[in-house]
């Protein structure tokens, strides 16, 4: 039995998934209370991105073995997935209390606080992974990501330095290492070119390596190169994601045809709370900007990009019956503003939760806020004041995203899911008039201390002289605007995607065909 289960590991380790998936049916069969054949199936699983079966096995793994640390981990890490951070949360809890030192684990447990918001504590335990295995290279490339979140850009070129020793051709540090500086020559450029000369059929190396060569060659004012760069990588992304646009479209029909302004004057009851603050955009629109000036002040705390308002949408969209699903969008305000952030409490439906202070959040602005939080406020942030979407855009189109906006790298795809937000948004503020402020980012950038104190007025917060100094900030920083938000404002990036107009035509007849103004002839 032992042989077959060293013979299951290693098929895994091979990539044999269907020879390692026999040796679990053989082991089980045997014995089915054997802990090590529940831990292989799931590991198969999660290859197999089977997150069920996964969740199942790893959870028979708890009850044969209740300290089983990297059972707990594994658990943890699916109840994420899924959208259940409670449950992430306990079973985190569990991992920390019965893990067995070892380094994947440990670094399993660090990409999990970090995902749960806490990225302090994830370093100190991705940190713990690479003190006991110093050479891994996929603790090292996470340590390096940690230290960039955490504004510590020389520890993490120093250990992506390491990196590239161990493994020359790694497309991950090379992709970070580019994002981290502003390049000045052409070395890593070149190094960059002769890599991507290479026959290598992985398309989401062939992404880093091209986005990281691209926001060089900008650096160096290539144009034509950069954006030929930018577009090589965004066909290799677009193979490895999917989009359901149809899915979209219905979802933002959903959102226009459900909540009318006949819907919202009934006053549906909503988790009636004033704290929290909503900074709603596109991606690569100036919304981080906009969250470190709010959270610089003294009253305000950011919870980062949380991702349970969402969760809570798509667990209210399971709801049958309008009753129920009204009933439920109180919930939804509840459950997003109880989190681990200040003295414990415990939830309406059994579940812990955590009280929070004033916070700041940074979400999607297709979500209907006004329901779940009828107190709340929302900043909406824009790259202009009159319409002028090109830049946004193509800010969007040149940054490689991890699991998210599978949209923006395609230019008609992203300018038909643009056009759809700008829709929705003329519909919010009609029946949000006076709920939200629109921001320009352009106008902030240019003159930072009156665009901020109006902010703040807007949010009823006295004015202080710290938020001016956002980039002074030490918290933790996860979006792709973690290197930029610790320099002071800028205009450096305004009008740069006139550089790529002719480049970029396919997008603007897009916008122009969707009825979307680009404000120029």
């Not at 290799?236 to 999917?242: E, H, M, N, S």
């Not at 939804?332 to 700041?360: F, I, Q």
């Not at 008039?433 to 980012?441: K, M, N, P, V």
């Amino acid at each position: 039995m032992r042989d077959t289960l060293r013979e299951g590991f290693a098929r895994l380790a091979a990539g044999h998934l269907d020879e390692a998936s026999a040796c679990c049916r053989r082991l089980l069969g045997a014995k089915p209370d054997l802990v090590e054949a529940h831990f292989l199936v799931g590991l198969v699983a999660l290859e197999l991105k089977d997150h069920a079966t996964a969740v199942s096995a790893f959870g028979s793994v708890t009850r044969l073995q209740e300290d089983h640390g990297a059972a707990w981990a594994n658990l943890a890490r699916l109840f994420l997935v899924a959208g259940q951070p409670l449950r992430a949360d306990a079973a985190l809890t569990k991992a920390v209390e019965h893990h067995d030192g070892n380094p994947l684990v440990l670094d399993l447990i660090g990409s999990i606080h970090g995902l749960l918001g806490d990225q302090d504590e994830a370093a100190v335990w991705i940190g713990r992974a690479v003190l006991e295995a110093p050479d891994n290279v996929a603790f090292l490339v996470n340590q390096a990501n940690s230290h960039m979140f955490l504004g510590k850009l020389a520890d993490a070129e120093a250990v992506l330095r390491k990196v590239l020793q161990l493994s020359p051709e790694n497309p991950n540090a090379h992709w970070v290492l580019s994002n981290l500086r502003k390049a000045t020559n052409s070395e890593h450029v070149e190094e960059l070119q002769r890599l991507l000369e290479r026959e290598d059929r992985n398309p989401r190396a062939q992404a880093f390596r091209c986005y990281g060569l691209g926001k060089e060659l900008e650096d160096l004012e290539r144009w034509d190169e950069a954006f030929e760069a930018f577009a090589r990588g965004a066909e290799a992304r677009r193979g490895t994601v999917d989009f359901d646009e149809d899915s979209e479209i219905e979802m933002y029909d959903a959102f226009s045809s459900v909540f009318t302004a006949e819907w919202f004057r009934q006053g549906h009851a909503g988790f009636d709370d004033p704290s929290p603050i909503f900074v709603v955009g596109q991606p690569r629109t100036g919304t981080t900007l906009v969250e470190r000036i709010i959270t610089s002040h003294s009253q305000v705390h950011s919870a980062g990009e949380l991702k349970q308002f969402g969760h809570s949408v798509r667990r209210l969209a399971d709801y049958p019956g309008t009753e129920t699903a009204l009933g439920e969008a109180r919930n939804t305000g509840r459950r997003y503003r109880c989190r681990k952030t200040g003295p414990r409490l415990h939830g309406d439906d059994g579940e812990d939760a955590w009280h929070a202070a004033p916070l700041c959040r940074q979400i999607a602005a297709e979500l209907p806020l006004h329901t779940a939080n009828p107190e709340s406020t929302a900043a909406s942030q824009d790259r202009a004041p009159d319409p002028q979407p090109d830049g946004c855009l193509f800010a969007s189109f040149k940054q490689l995203f991890a699991d998210a906006y599978p949209h923006s790298y395609d230019q008609a795809e992203m300018a038909r899911h643009h056009a759809r937000y700008y829709h929705l948004m003329a519909v919010w503020r009609e029946r949000f008039a006076g709920r939200f402020l629109d921001i320009s980012y352009e106008d902030t950038a240019r003159d930072i201390e009156p665009n901020a104190r109006a902010l703040l007025e807007f949010l009823e917060l006295p004015w202080e002289d710290a938020c001016l100094e956002f980039h002074r900030q030490d918290a933790a920083v996860t979006t792709a605007s973690a290197v930029q938000v610790r320099q002071p404002a800028h205009t450096r990036s305004i009008d740069r995607w006139r550089r790529y107009e002719r480049q970029l035509a396919p997008m603007r007849q897009t916008l122009e065909e969707e009825g979307v103004p680009t404000g120029l002839p």
